[in-house]
């Protein structure tokens, strides 16, 4: 035992005074490009990068932790095979805008390599890793060196993480609809997209489509373990299945990747990340929401069929379908007529005043007319 310790004391303090050695950056002396220089060339860091294959000393605060938890649930919360892997931003780089997160991973996590120390990271640390800076299809990331194992160093904990940046689905797709590369900014970074409409509902891995109703749209990429169908799946802690089609997703948290084929995509991380709009319930044919179908209703029909304002919630509930209780997917005179009969007791064969749930999101989902942004 003691010849063990006296090993692993070695081996950790070796790798601590190796990693000395090298320089110490930020992410955004690896993450940088100019704009003209992705405009040109996209994002090809093996080119362009002149820290390419460099190993370096690099820090940040720990966005997602490698594993559920240390002590308890050693399941990977982002799938990359058998290595552990994080996300993790700076959130004191000022030199430029954005290009502030990058994906620390660990290839070999076997064995003496488990000295690292890597997975005993969490949330809000702010650690130093020692790595060399590579690629993975486009998406940078950074990877611990273990020749030797050199472990990490936690340097403090902010206590929270910094809050993710507002972004458009827009910004990942040019004029061309094709993927825009100047929102390689954003790449390894924690984002928040809100007011999306779902499409491509995918019940094989969990993935789905996040559209804007402009004709953009991006991935939900399923490398979370909490928001995946794949084997992955951290069951047991998640109950995660993809919104169905047409629902309104009120905002997605997560991190950005870019692929050389499949452009941008956004990874949610913890349960929490994707809330889905709860569509409000109530009887067919109450525009107003005060539970009563009347002439009342088939008055504020009328205005709306002829274009005069009506307040907003009422403009809701009608463009969620409250309003057309002939389902013929309009909301029109016709619907105020039907109402006007049911309230003088004028039998109707539609089912007015019946419970009503709308099946799909208050905004109509817009087929995207532009290529594809991430599969």
């Known amino acids: 035992?003691?010849?063990?310790?006296?090993?692993?004391?070695?081996?950790?303090?070796?790798?601590?005074?190796?990693?000395?050695?090298?320089?110490?950056?930020?992410?955004?002396?690896?993450?940088?490009?100019?704009?003209?220089?992705?405009?040109?060339?996209?994002?090809?860091?093996?080119?362009?990068?002149?820290?390419?294959?460099?190993?370096?000393?690099?820090?940040?605060?720990?966005?997602?932790?490698?594993?559920?938890?240390?002590?308890?649930?050693?399941?990977?919360?982002?799938?990359?095979?058998?290595?552990?892997?994080?996300?993790?931003?700076?959130?004191?780089?000022?030199?430029?805008?954005?290009?502030?997160?990058?994906?620390?991973?660990?290839?070999d996590t076997t064995g003496v390599n488990q000295n690292t120390f890597f997975d005993l990271?969490?949330?809000?640390?702010?650690?130093?890793?020692?790595?060399?800076?590579?690629?993975?299809?486009?998406?940078?990331?950074?990877?611990?060196?273990?020749?030797?194992?050199?472990?990490?160093?936690?340097?403090?904990?902010?206590?929270?993480?910094?809050?993710?940046?507002?972004?458009?689905?827009?910004?990942?797709?040019?004029?061309?609809?094709?993927?825009n590369p100047l929102s390689e900014k954003y790449e390894g970074q924690y984002v928040i997209v809100r007011n999306a409409i779902s499409s491509d509902r995918d019940l094989g891995n969990g993935t789905f489509r996040l559209n804007d109703g402009q004709g953009n749209s991006i991935l939900m990429y399923d490398q979370s373990g909490y928001f995946t169908l794949r084997g992955h799946r951290l069951t047991g802690i998640t109950d995660y299945q993809p919104p169905v089609d047409g629902s309104n997703i009120t905002f997605i948290r997560g991190f950005i990747q870019t692929h050389s084929d499949l452009g941008a995509r956004i990874a949610p991380a913890y349960p929490g990340d994707i809330e889905v709009a709860t569509l409000p319930s109530g009887f067919l044919g109450d525009v107003n929401g005060d539970d009563n179908c009347n002439s009342t209703d088939a008055l504020i029909i009328l205005s709306f069929d002829v274009g005069l304002p009506i307040p907003p919630d009422f403009l809701d509930r009608i463009n969620t379908g409250f309003g057309d209780v002939n389902s013929d997917g309009l909301t029109n005179s016709t619907d105020a007529l039907i109402l006007l009969s049911f309230d003088v007791g004028i039998p109707v064969p539609f089912p007015v005043c019946e419970s009503f749930t709308p099946p799909v999101a208050a905004t109509a989902y817009e087929e995207p007319t532009t290529k594809n942004i991430g599969n």
Not at 124 to 137: K, L, M, N
């Open 121 to 179: 990271v969490d949330t809000a640390d702010v650690v130093e890793f020692t790595v060399v800076v590579e690629e993975f299809f486009t998406t940078t990331q950074v990877a611990l060196l273990v020749n030797p194992p050199t472990s990490v160093s936690i340097v403090g904990n902010l206590g929270s993480r910094p809050a993710p940046i507002e972004v458009d689905i827009s910004e990942f797709v040019d004029d061309q609809g094709n993927w």
């Open 1 to 107: 035992m003691k010849k063990l310790l006296t090993l692993l004391f070695f081996l950790a303090f070796s790798g601590m005074l190796f990693a000395q050695t090298y320089p110490l950056v930020t992410i955004e002396d690896i993450q940088y490009q100019h704009p003209d220089s992705l405009i040109a060339n996209g994002d090809d860091q093996e080119r362009h990068n002149p820290l390419f294959g460099d190993t370096v000393r690099v820090q940040g605060v720990v966005m997602v932790a490698p594993v559920v938890n240390a002590g308890t649930d050693r399941r990977r919360i982002h799938a990359a095979g058998n290595r552990w892997m994080i996300y993790m931003v700076d959130p004191n780089g000022n030199q430029h805008e954005f290009f502030d997160g990058i994906i620390p991973i660990q290839h």
